[in-house]
């Protein structure tokens, strides 16, 4: 080819007779918008696992990922484009905006809607709020729980959350300009080290036996409090059977509505937490820690980045030793295969079963995955002792619980109670019934776990004891229904949020959910149809999601014949 010739055939991509293009097909790519992405991203290593860190970067930094923005960070990363789409498409808090289509507006106000944010008033809100604000300034969404049941309803403009709000105080908040999380003070390094912080890992580290510590938490009886309440202490040698390099995940995407126990304790006590994976990450050498924590808490992350950083620089762990994931708005990366898959910058798609995580997790390497109240435990007991738990008695239960408590209760909250407490210890506790309203019916465990009636109120909220009632504690999240409440409203809005948060992957739980919702919505409940629904849901669902989802129907139907 002459290497002289000076007519405009740069770019041509076909040769030879025929129409040719000077580009290639596809969309191209935008040097504005790829020296954007490249300003957010920095130095920071393309690694593929940092995607959904990198959509972050820009959906914060222009309220929206457009075409030309994700078409730029393909290119950055190397990735096609369908693969980047796919990603962001999967969660929530991501607004994927397409060529031609019009950016959601500059503002977001989310609303909870989950069962405690409902009955306190969420919808009236919500309504009112769209009556009085234009929709192309502000956007309205409806959102599933963040995690702050115990200040009902709930809403969010940008990472600043509103307790106890109504339209008044949402509206003065936009006024306000308030848009950073608030604070909240919290037990620094310094003054956890002050009062013996870190010394039990520090003499662990030196001549400690891993099986000891590991025998201290089995006498302890401690199990996994993120819901599924394997025994904590059995988890340590299955992961250090494989060989490594091994990890170590923690899960703290507590999104099952009604549970906020993690954010009371991060927001308190982190130090007592990070010693708990500290000590379970030198049980199971692990060589990373990766901290998975949910997008709705925004302030719980400013803190743990502070916090790591004192130990980082105390020279408690060398620097980039934890990294800290945050989640994008997917009620199923609770789950510990599909959080992995979101580590790993993926769809929170769960994975089949065998291979267990313990052999092939992070990145294909055994992982230890533990959820934050777990790991809490696993410092105190190592440093007090397993008495902490197995001297407290009560119903025939040994052990505490932190319940978190909401609903029609004077004071919901956080409360920590001895492992076989009845729903009338429990309401006790936060300080009785609101006035005006009769105790009638109580959620013992999330949505997962259905609704019970006032009738069970003798029953011990722990581990085995509800299977018998054809439920569970799982995360113990405690809503407490009264006579003013409609049980089938609740089951239903139980439903409606599993229909919204189901992963799609397995078609029992996926047209499942979406068909219990509309046999729900009749007049009148077909219960047999519902009850073969259920059949196929629980035997053939990929996850717990949908094996646990028709619960709220079944125990409804159960108890609650009457409202059906």
């Given at each position: 080819?002459?290497?002289?010739?000076?007519?405009?055939?740069s770019?041509?991509?076909?040769?030879?007779?025929?129409?040719?293009?000077h580009?290639?097909?596809?969309?191209?790519?935008?040097?504005?918008?790829?020296?954007?992405?490249?300003?957010?991203?920095?130095?920071?290593?393309?690694?593929?696992?940092?995607?959904?860190?990198?959509?972050?970067?820009?959906?914060?930094?222009?309220?929206?990922?457009?075409?030309?923005?994700i078409?730029?960070?393909a290119?950055?990363?190397?990735?096609?484009?369908?693969?980047?789409?796919?990603?962001?498409?999967?969660?929530?808090?991501?607004?994927?905006?397409?060529?031609?289509?019009?950016?959601?507006?500059?503002?977001?106000?989310?609303?909870?809607d989950?069962?405690?944010?409902?009955?306190?008033?969420?919808?009236?809100?919500?309504?009112?709020?769209?009556?009085?604000?234009?929709?192309?300034?502000v956007?309205i969404?409806?959102?599933?729980?963040m995690g702050?049941?115990?200040?009902?309803?709930?809403?969010?403009?940008?990472?600043?959350?509103?307790?106890?709000?109504?339209?008044?105080?949402?509206?003065?908040?936009?006024?306000?300009?308030?848009?950073?999380?608030?604070?909240?003070?919290?037990?620094?390094?310094l003054?956890?080290?002050?009062?013996?912080g870190?010394?039990?890992?520090?003499?662990?580290?030196a001549?400690?036996?891993?099986?000891?510590?590991?025998?201290?938490?089995?006498?302890?009886?401690?199990?996994?409090?993120?819901?599924?309440?394997?025994?904590?202490?059995?988890?340590?040698?299955?992961?250090?059977?494989?060989?490594?390099?091994?990890?170590?995940?923690?899960?703290?995407?507590?999104?099952?509505?009604?549970?906020?126990?993690?954010?009371?304790?991060?927001?308190?006590?982190?130090?007592?937490?990070?010693?708990g994976?500290?000590?379970?990450?030198?049980?199971?050498?692990?060589?990373?820690?990766?901290?998975?924590?949910?997008?709705?808490?925004p302030?719980?992350?400013?803190?743990?980045?502070?916090?790591?950083?004192?130990?980082?620089?105390?020279?408690?762990?060398e620097?980039?030793?934890?990294?800290?994931?945050?989640?994008?708005?997917?009620?199923?990366?609770?789950?510990?295969?599909a959080?992995?898959e979101?580590?790993?910058?993926?769809?929170?798609?769960p994975?089949?079963?065998?291979?267990?995580?313990?052999?092939?997790?992070?990145?294909?390497?055994?992982?230890?995955?533990?959820?934050?109240?777990?790991?809490?435990?696993?410092?105190?007991?190592?440093?007090?002792?397993?008495?902490?738990?197995?001297?407290?008695?009560?119903?025939?239960?040994?052990?505490?619980?932190?319940?978190?408590?909401?609903g029609?209760?004077?004071?919901?909250g956080?409360?920590?109670?001895?492992?076989?407490?009845?729903?009338?210890?429990?309401?006790?506790?936060?300080?009785?019934?609101?006035?005006?309203?009769?105790?009638?019916?109580?959620?013992?465990?999330?949505?997962?776990?259905?609704?019970?009636?006032?009738?069970?109120?003798?029953?011990p909220?722990?581990?085995?004891?509800?299977?018998a009632?054809?439920?569970?504690?799982?995360?113990?999240?405690?809503?407490?229904?009264?006579?003013?409440?409609?049980?089938?409203?609740?089951?239903?809005?139980?439903?409606?949020?599993?229909?919204?948060?189901?992963?799609?992957?397995?078609?029992?739980?996926?047209?499942?959910?979406?068909?219990?919702?509309?046999?729900?919505?009749?007049?009148?409940?077909?219960?047999?149809?519902?009850?073969?629904?259920?059949?196929?849901?629980?035997?053939?669902?990929?996850?717990?999601?949908?094996?646990?989802?028709?619960n709220?129907?079944?125990?409804?139907?159960?108890?609650?014949?009457?409202?059906?």
């Amino acid at each position: 080819m002459d290497g002289n010739r000076t007519d405009d055939t740069s770019g041509i991509w076909k040769s030879g007779r025929g129409k040719g293009r000077h580009r290639p097909k596809g969309r191209g790519l935008d040097d504005h918008a790829l020296a954007e992405v490249r300003a957010l991203l920095g130095e920071t290593d393309r690694r593929r696992d940092l995607l959904i860190e990198f959509l972050h970067l820009i959906q914060d930094a222009y309220g929206h990922l457009s075409a030309a923005h994700i078409r730029a960070l393909a290119e950055e990363m190397r990735l096609s484009q369908a693969e980047i789409y796919e990603v962001a498409t999967f969660y929530a808090h991501f607004d994927v905006v397409r060529e031609g289509e019009t950016p959601p507006p500059a503002l977001t106000i989310r609303i909870c809607d989950s069962l405690a944010c409902e009955m306190a008033g969420a919808a009236e809100m919500r309504r009112a709020l769209e009556d009085g604000l234009a929709p192309a300034e502000v956007r309205i969404l409806r959102a599933p729980c963040m995690g702050r049941c115990d200040e009902a309803p709930s809403a969010e403009i940008g990472h600043f959350h509103i307790g106890h709000a109504t339209a008044e105080k949402v509206v003065a908040t936009i006024h306000s300009g308030e848009r950073e999380p608030y604070l909240p003070g919290h037990q620094s390094f310094l003054e956890y080290r002050a009062q013996g912080g870190y010394r039990t890992l520090r003499l662990l580290r030196a001549a400690g036996d891993w099986e000891d510590v590991q025998e201290k938490l089995v006498e302890a009886g401690l199990r996994g409090l993120g819901g599924a309440g394997f025994p904590s202490g059995k988890k340590w040698g299955f992961v250090r059977a494989n060989p490594g390099p091994r990890y170590l995940a923690v899960n703290g995407d507590e999104g099952e509505p009604g549970t906020f126990k993690d954010r009371i304790h991060l927001e308190r006590e982190p130090h007592m937490f990070f010693e708990g994976m500290l000590i379970s990450a030198w049980a199971v050498e692990a060589e990373r820690c990766y901290l998975y924590m949910r997008d709705e808490y925004p302030a719980v992350r400013a803190i743990l980045r502070q916090e790591i950083a004192a130990l980082e620089a105390a020279g408690i762990v060398e620097r980039g030793y934890i990294e800290m994931r945050r989640g994008a708005g997917a009620y199923i990366c609770g789950e510990e295969s599909a959080m992995i898959e979101s580590i790993e910058g993926k769809r929170g798609i769960p994975r089949h079963r065998p291979p267990y995580v313990a052999q092939v997790g992070l990145f294909g390497q055994p992982t230890l995955v533990n959820n934050v109240e777990t790991l809490y435990w696993v410092a105190r007991i190592a440093r007090f002792g397993p008495e902490v738990l197995n001297t407290v008695e009560h119903n025939g239960r040994t052990g505490l619980r932190n319940y978190s408590v909401s609903g029609r209760v004077k004071r919901p909250g956080v409360y920590l109670l001895p492992a076989g407490s009845s729903i009338t210890d429990i309401i006790e506790a936060a300080g009785g019934m609101v006035e005006g309203h009769v105790f009638k019916a109580f959620q013992p465990g999330g949505p997962s776990s259905g609704i019970l009636p006032a009738s069970l109120s003798d029953v011990p909220l722990d581990f085995d004891t509800l299977q018998a009632h054809g439920t569970f504690i799982g995360s113990a999240a405690v809503v407490v229904l009264s006579d003013k409440d409609s049980i089938r409203e609740a089951a239903l809005n139980m439903l409606r949020f599993f229909e919204d948060e189901s992963c799609g992957q397995c078609t029992p739980c996926r047209v499942g959910c979406e068909k219990a919702v509309k046999l729900m919505q009749a007049e009148t409940w077909d219960r047999a149809l519902l009850e073969e629904l259920a059949t196929t849901m629980v035997d053939a669902s990929i996850c717990g999601l949908g094996q646990a989802a028709p619960n709220p129907f079944l125990l409804t139907m159960k108890h609650f014949p009457e409202e059906i």
